[in-house]
């Protein structure tokens, strides 16, 4: 009932001072709208890793030669024969291995640097290939080691102005002294995650049969394998087995290393998580001087009011009314404040977000923790100049002039 | 009703010592209608607002329906000041940002009075004024007069036992001072027992008792009208 007639009291106070009010609250409108928009990038950039990962992240590995106990030599390098061993696992789903070059890529007068990968017909289990033009590599390519080529859509466009105009085109690869033609048989698409696509930016890459590879390097063993093993598979016993594998045809395995993608993604997520959460602190800080903004015209609005005060004690106000009245005022603005902070916060970060093509991820937490958040920066700083209001002696604020 | 006995109050400014009361010995009765009078600086104000329990104190007993009023909490003395206390200051003191009816409401919302009771109850207050065609109007549209008479039905409002007014015709000329004693006088006749500070005799005559201070003391305290008065 009094609660009431306190809280009606409270915003008649507030709107007759709207201009004050509004300048009040501004400096907690900006810092829950700048921690918001923080959390709704860090959100979606999550979420569209995520998104990447599920797409093709699950259950792949990685086996990398590596120099730690001794320098690499010819050896260590897989031959199909391992590969085809590695693959004859029970777990395992598919293994392919590649050779990778740069090399530079030509048609007519256009010309680009590009990472070429020699891989086998099924690369596209072991990595994602999205053809959007054309075909992948066949057996039949890889077999009669064909000079045929697969270029990503952005090779595409640099080379040919379209993708359309790519498929069916030769082009001239030059690779040290040597220069080879190649027709293009297909275009990759590029990654669907926005934040993959910011990452590779000038990037191009390209495909070829490994046999042809395998010739223009004069190599037969290859420095790195890719294997997808099967889902709901442990990952650690899938590592284990083809370690020992490799130990029992006759290889050191010491020199291999094999990450799981797995875990690549959990740490990039884990990174991602900790920026978010380091620039969101930062923006709080803003939220702090906001509130000492919203002491500040509290203790102005006591002063001001002192006589006010004086007149309701007079008439019988409770020392704990008054301080109930300038407490409500304060947690009002800064609720109000922490609202309008949350919804621009959400309309920018929205914003942004779409422009990015990133998802838009609201979360009832973080509404309910910008909310819950802003009452108590309110309370915290209402409560001294409420105090004050309500310790004052009621004949010297009636005396005030 | 009220029983003053011994009552000091020093008021204290660094080392500078204000002795504003010295011995006030007063006993007033329900129902009286009390003038103070006495020279500027006599001490009158300071003996409303302990009255009043505005403020408090020094030494000495005040007494009020049998309470000790130096013993009480702030919280309780508020409801003392809500429930037994109406007081018309000189200077009015209305919230100037509502309306006469709103300023009248005010006393209630702290006794927790219902909002269908308090406006009833404020316009028939405001009624008894004389003042029913401006209770929309805020404190700044209405003449001193009727700021003062606004003010009296707030003091009313509550019912309470002892009505204090401090020069409440200070400011007020003598025809709109005469219009605020007449309601006094007739809130008197209706049981209401009245304090009221006065500069004027003309006032202090139409009551029925007169104490006068000197320095913080009272030198005299005469019945009118020859109505008996007992005083210790
Ligand atoms: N807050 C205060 N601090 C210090 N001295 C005060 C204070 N209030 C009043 N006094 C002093 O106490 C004495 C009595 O003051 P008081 O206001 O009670 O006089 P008064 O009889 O009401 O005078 P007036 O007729 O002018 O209103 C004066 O000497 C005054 O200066
Ligand atoms: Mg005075």
């Known amino acids: 009932m009094i609660a009431f007639e306190i809280l009606k009291i409270a915003i008649q106070n507030i709107y007759a001072n709207k201009m004050r009010s509004a300048l009040t609250m501004l400096g907690l409108i900006i810092g829950i709208q700048a921690v918001v928009i923080i959390t709704t990038l860090g959100n979606a950039a999550k979420a569209d890793m995520t998104g990447a990962f599920d797409q093709y992240g699950k259950g792949k590995l990685n086996i990398n030669l590596t120099s730690a106990e001794r320098p690499v030599v010819y050896r260590d390098f897989f031959s199909d024969g391992d590969v085809e061993a590695i693959e004859a696992l029970e777990e395992i789903e598919a293994a392919s291995a590649e050779i990778r070059r740069n090399v530079t890529l030509k048609y007519k007068n256009k010309e680009i640097s590009s990472d070429l990968y020699g891989v086998n017909s099924n690369y596209d289990q072991v990595e994602l290939v999205q053809i959007i033009k054309g075909r992948f590599l066949q057996e039949s390519d890889i077999k009669g080691r064909r000079n045929v080529i697969i270029l990503d859509e952005k090779s595409a466009v640099a080379l040919f102005g379209t993708t359309e105009a790519a498929v069916g085109q030769v082009i001239t690869m030059t690779t040290g002294p040597q220069t080879f033609e190649l027709s293009v048989i297909g275009i990759d698409k590029i990654s669907d995650s926005t934040l993959m696509k910011m990452a590779m930016g000038e990037y191009y890459y390209s495909f070829i049969p490994i046999t042809l590879a395998s010739r223009f390097y004069y190599v037969d063993r290859y420095p790195r394998m890719m294997v997808q093993a099967q889902e709901f598979i442990s990952l650690d016993g899938v590592t284990e087995k083809i370690l020992n594998l490799l130990e029992r045809r006759y290889k050191d395995s010491a020199m291999y290393r094999i990450y799981k993608r797995e875990t690549e993604f959990a740490q990039v997520s884990q990174g991602l998580t900790f920026l978010t959460a380091t620039i969101s602190g930062i923006a709080a800080i803003s939220l702090l001087v906001g509130g000492i903004g919203i002491m500040n015209i509290m203790l102005v609005s006591v002063t001001e009011r002192t006589r006010e005060i004086g007149i309701r004690k007079a008439l019988g106000a409770r020392p704990s009314t008054i301080l109930l009245q300038f407490l409500i005022e304060a947690v009002i603005l800064s609720v109000l404040g922490g609202f309008l902070g949350l919804s621009l916060g959400s309309a920018i970060g929205y914003g942004i977000v779409s422009l990015l093509k990133l998802p838009f991820i609201i979360s009832i937490g973080a509404i309910a923790y910008a909310l819950i958040f802003s009452t108590v920066v309110g309370v915290v700083f209402g409560v001294y100049p409420a105090k004050k209001a309500a310790k004052l002696d009621p004949i010297d604020a009636l005396r005030y002039e | ?232």
């Open chain 2, 1 to 232: 009703m009220i029983r003053i006995e011994g009552l000091r109050k020093v008021y204290k400014n660094g080392s500078i010592e204000v002795e504003a009361l010295k011995n006030i010995n007063v006993e007033i009765n329900k129902g009286e209608f009390v003038a103070i009078m006495g020279p500027s600086g006599s001490g009158k104000s300071t003996f409303m607002n302990i009255l009043g329990c505005l403020d408090r104190a020094t030494s000495g007993l005040y007494i009020l329906d049998d309470k000790k009023i130096e013993d009480l909490a702030d919280n309780v003395l508020a409801e003392v000041r809500n429930q037994k206390i109406g007081f018309v200051f000189q200077s009015f003191n209305l919230l100037p940002r509502i309306t006469a009816l709103k300023n009248v409401e005010l006393p209630m919302i702290y006794a927790k009075v219902s909002a269908k009771d308090r406006r009833e109850k404020a316009m028939h207050a405001l009624e008894r004024v004389g003042l029913t065609d401006r209770v929309h109007h805020r404190p700044n549209e209405l003449s001193g007069g009727q700021r003062q008479r606004v003010a009296i039905a707030r003091a009313l409002v509550n019912n309470p036992a002892i009505i204090l007014a401090d020069e409440p015709t200070g400011n007020l000329d003598s025809k709109s001072g005469y219009e605020v004693m007449e309601i006094f006088k007739a809130l008197n006749k209706e049981g209401a027992t009245i304090i009221l500070v006065t500069h004027e005799p003309e006032i202090a005559s139409q009551t029925k008792r007169i104490i006068s201070f000197r320095d913080g003391e009272v030198i005299d305290d005469r019945a009118l009208e020859g109505e008996l008065v007992e005083y210790t």
